[in-house]
């Protein structure tokens, strides 16, 4: 088995890093920059997927990124071994 590192530990990296655990593999979770997480977070940027679901007629009705990951969309077992 191999180590796998995974800076931050925000749910997209906890999905992963969970995958990877249970497939053996040692997990290191690395500390982000504080300063810099915060000066990211504090940016006044607004995000919505509004403009795309008008111009494209888009009604997404699948699983989001994060239950997609648990359910095992992305990885097969062998992939993490």
Avoid: C
Avoid at 13 to 26: D, E, P, R, S, Y
Avoid at 38 to 61: C, E, F, K, M
Avoid at 68 to 73: N, P, Q, R, T, V
Wanted: proline residues 4%.
């Amino acid at each position: 088995m191999s180590t796998i590192s995974s800076i931050g530990s925000g749910d997209v990296a906890t999905a992963i890093g969970g995958l990877a655990a249970k497939a053996g593999h040692i997990v290191e979770v690395m500390s982000r920059d504080a300063a810099m997480a915060w000066a990211l977070a504090t940016l006044d940027l607004l995000a919505s997927n509004a403009i795309t679901r008008q111009a494209l007629g888009w009604h997404p009705v699948q699983p989001g990124l994060i239950e997609d990951l648990d359910i095992g969309h992305y990885f097969a077992p062998t992939d993490l071994s």
